[in-house]
């Protein structure tokens, strides 16, 4: 973020923080916002996208946002961290690292740990005004099976999660997503990989040419978000991102919730 970006999100933070917002408060809007704190909605959505990411925003319907709202469960206070009292690599290239790390859970004698850091992840979900999302078709080697997937992947260096999810739609399938909306950050193994996964909503694109990507290019469409259930009970849905991210459009259409 530049310093302009980044006092916006100082802003911001601090309004949430001091209670000017309240939990489940709408934001005011996009446009209200930018012509208030003086900056472009580009550079307003990457600070918006940001507090998203801390937890301290979700996504409300159509480029709106709101605080949390209160939540009845308390996080507890009285479970320790783990110790990490070191970390070597054992192999090491641009595509993947694994390391041995020496930890210590609470009361438990310390070990080593293997720990896989991966690429940063962007995945997009697409809409159309049919109430259809953007996918394709593709053989993975690995689990060596064909399914469906989500344009997505790797943020390159110098770009932000939002440039990377776009240019990936574009790359796989030649349609030019509209404003992007940030949905989720997580971790799809938490448990021993670190490859953080971004998802982002879009609704509305422009076909613009060919996929530009052919490893990664397979047979695009626009399946009907009604299909999406019953292509889960198949298992012809592949990739955590994928699924995490047709999961929010569904819980956040009522109605498509079964199968055509």
Known sequence: MGPKTSKVYETLRGR?????????????????????????????????????????????????????GVVSVEQPHDVEPWRIHGERDVYDNEWVKLQLWDVEPPGVERFEHHVVR??????????????????????????????????GGIVDAGETAAEAAAREVLEETGWRPRELEHVVTFQPMVGMVDSPHEVFLARGAERVGEPTDAEEAGHIEWVPLSDVPGLMARGDLMGAGTLVALLHVLANRPGLTSSR
Do not use: C
């Open 118 to 151: 991966l690429q940063h992840v962007a995945v997009t979900a697409v809409l159309d005004d049919r109430d259809r999302v953007l996918m394709m078709w593709r053989y993975r080697f690995v689990p060596q099976r064909f399914g469906w997937e989500l344009p």
């Open 16 to 68: 949430l923080s001091g209670g000017e917002y309240g939990a489940g408060d709408k934001l005011p809007s996009e446009r209200k916002l930018s012509e208030e704190l003086g900056i472009g909605r580009t550079a307003l959505r990457q600070v918006l996208a940001r507090l998203v990411s801390e937890g301290a925003l979700e996504v409300y319907g159509r480029s709106s946002y709101r605080v949390p």
